[in-house]
């Protein structure tokens, strides 16, 4: 398969499907533009690339398809300058892409292969304002300070306040709440002073955040 060519394809299909939800922001397609999907995909899925079916990765994990992603990341209305904490590495895509808009991203997997795997995958692309710790995001130390903008691809069973209190005054946070046999809506939280103002998006299915750094991989 010519990968340079499928890129491209992949690419311009993929902007036109944006266009049709109504996604437009130049700074997030340039980010995309920038970061080809393919050095993220295993490569047994290279032609899924740039689909919007999740795929699996290492450590049985999956990739979430590339529309939810991109569409997570534009309702975060993501700017120059913010500081973003994503909880749940996987590949490492969506990481690439803040990357390439804010001034910088924390990045945290539960797993050492996956954390290690995006590293370099960073360094292959230049990305060097991407930090990548390993853990569920929990008990980490506060010299990181706040954030502009978290980003969460696993669900929680209630308001996540802990993560939540972590953001700015005027900061955003996208995740997922509902029990894991439950319905799940993707949830924006903005934080107003010290309250939060919760908006339902849609629904999602996403694993529970699971505590603590994996045993193994």
């Known amino acids: 398969m010519n990968i340079r060519l499928s890129e491209k394809e992949g690419f311009a299909s993929l902007i036109l499907r944006l266009r049709a939800e109504g996604i437009t922001d130049k700074n997030l397609i340039m980010a995309v533009e920038k970061t080809p999907r393919s050095r993220f995909t295993p490569h047994a899925y290279m032609d899924l690339a740039y689909s919007s079916r999740s795929l699996p990765i290492e450590c049985g994990e999956v990739m979430e398809g590339v529309d939810l992603s991109l569409q997570m990341l534009h ?10 904490l994503e909880i749940g590495t996987g590949s490492g895509f969506t990481a690439a892409v803040m990357g390439c808009i804010v001034d910088r991203v924390v990045t ?5 292969t996956l954390s290690g795997l995006a590293s370099q995958r960073f360094a292959d692309l230049g990305l060097n304002n991407i930090v990548v710790a390993t853990g569920d995001g929990r008990g980490w130390s506060d010299e990181e300070g706040t ?17 939540a209190e972590r953001l700015v005054s005027g900061g955003m946070m996208i995740a997922a709440i509902g029990e894991p046999d ?36």
């Not at 309702?75 to 973003?84: F, M, Y």
């Not at 969460?152 to 306040?161: K, N």
């Not at 809506?185 to 339902?200: A, C, M, P, Q, Y």
């Open 182 to 217: 439950q319905p799940q809506s993707l949830v924006r939280l903005t934080k107003i002073g010290s309250r939060f103002e919760r908006e339902d998006l849609f629904p999602v299915r996403f694993q529970p955040l699971h505590k603590g750094s994996a045993a193994v991989l």
């Open 147 to 163: 954030f502009d903008r978290i980003l969460v691809t696993a669900a929680f069973d209630e308001m996540p306040r802990a993560f």
């Open 108 to 112: 945290i997997d539960r797993y050492k």
């Open 75 to 84: 309702l975060l209305d993501l700017k120059p300058g913010q500081r973003v």
